[in-house]
């Protein structure tokens, strides 16, 4: 429970909120630097009163320095509101989230906030529907970078219980496909891998049947039979995850 939340946890009796990592003076001063020196800066946010100071601190920051042009990335907007997002639009922050959280932590979620809390994180749709740009990542070594398990969990909004999420907000396979391999412009500081052009770099995966045609745990599967058969886990890590993965009893599942 270390999300800073605005509103209590669910069931708290002293009305714990989670807490910051940092002051506001802190947080504004950190990127009035970024700005000054033209670097990106990139903020984990866990909650949607972390997510608040970030944009608090950035717009203050951006007032103080008449700078704004840094393009900055909030990392998991994991409980983020819809109004935030329309505020990040106003600021140009891009969110990267955290969607398999929904499979991996969903249930979790709904104990910690309640359902209506719970129900809306990791809110791709709201952020397409705002047109605003935005990511995905697993927070490795938290989890296996595994960008199509990724997908699948923004698709389906599924919990491990088998409870659907907000089915409101599932965005289609077009959705998250188009936000994974490339990034958005300027959504981090590499300009030359990801996308297809020519001069991006980076494995492209061919398939004989198009994959949006497949159910996505059909392609899902057939990904992570190319990926292990030619990588293996070299990154050696999220096995502790893996007998619980959603990939469990897809077509070529390993």
Same mark, same amino acid.
């Given at each position: 429970?270390?999300?800073?939340?605005?509103?209590?946890?669910?069931?708290?009796? =002293?009305?714990?909120?989670?807490?910051?990592?940092?002051?506001?003076?802190?947080?504004?001063? %950190?990127?009035?630097?970024?700005?000054?020196?033209?670097?990106?800066? &990139?903020?984990?946010?866990?909650?949607?009163?972390?997510?608040?100071?970030?944009?608090?601190?950035?717009?203050?920051?951006?007032?103080?320095?008449?700078?704004?042009?840094?393009?900055?990335?909030?990392?998991?907007?994991?409980?983020?509101?819809? =109004?935030?997002?329309?505020?990040?639009?106003?600021? +140009?922050?891009?969110?990267? %989230?955290?969607?398999?959280?929904?499979?991996?932590?969903? =249930?979790?979620?709904?104990?910690? %906030?309640?359902?209506?809390?719970?129900?809306?994180?990791? /809110?791709? @749709?709201?952020?397409? =529907?705002?047109?605003?740009?935005?990511?995905?990542?697993?927070?490795?070594?938290?989890?296996?970078?595994?960008?199509?398990?990724?997908?699948?969990?923004?698709?389906?909004? &599924?919990?491990? !219980?088998?409870?659907?999420?907000?089915?409101?907000?599932?965005? +289609?396979?077009?959705?998250?496909?188009? @936000? +994974?391999?490339?990034?958005?412009?300027?959504?981090?500081?590499?300009?030359?891998?990801?996308?297809?052009?020519?001069?991006?770099?980076?494995?492209?995966?061919?398939?004989?049947?198009?994959?949006? +045609?497949?159910?996505? /745990?059909?392609?899902?599967?057939?990904?992570?039979?190319?990926?292990?058969? !030619?990588?293996?886990?070299?990154?050696?890590?999220?096995?502790?995850?893996?007998?619980?993965?959603?990939? !469990?009893?897809?077509? %070529?599942?390993?």
């Amino acid at each position: 429970r270390t999300a800073w939340m605005l509103q209590p946890y669910a069931g708290s009796e =002293d009305g714990y909120c989670g807490y910051p990592a940092h002051t506001d003076e802190a947080v504004t001063a %950190f990127v009035a630097q970024a700005l000054r020196e033209g670097r990106q800066i &990139l903020a984990h946010c866990n909650g949607d009163a972390a997510a608040e100071q970030y944009l608090r601190c950035t717009a203050r920051a951006a007032e103080e320095t008449g700078l704004s042009s840094i393009r900055p990335v909030m990392i998991h907007a994991q409980l983020v509101r819809r =109004d935030q997002l329309a505020r990040m639009a106003d600021l +140009s922050i891009i969110p990267s %989230f955290f969607a398999a959280h929904l499979w991996y932590w969903g =249930d979790v979620h709904m104990e910690n %906030f309640g359902p209506d809390r719970a129900a809306t994180i990791s /809110p791709l @749709r709201w952020a397409a =529907d705002l047109g605003l740009p935005f990511t995905l990542h697993q927070d490795t070594p938290v989890i296996a970078p595994d960008m199509l398990e990724s997908v699948w969990c923004a698709v389906s909004r &599924l919990t491990r !219980k088998g409870r659907v999420l907000a089915p409101e907000l599932r965005i +289609s396979p077009w959705r998250p496909c188009g @936000r +994974s391999p490339s990034t958005p412009p300027g959504s981090t500081s590499w300009s030359r891998t990801g996308g297809v052009s020519p001069s991006a770099s980076g494995p492209i995966l061919l398939c004989s049947t198009p994959t949006l +045609s497949l159910r996505l /745990p059909q392609a899902y599967g057939i990904f992570r039979f190319w990926r292990q058969s !030619k990588m293996g886990n070299p990154f050696g890590v999220g096995n502790a995850r893996r007998q619980n993965s959603p990939r !469990k009893g897809f077509p %070529f599942g390993v």
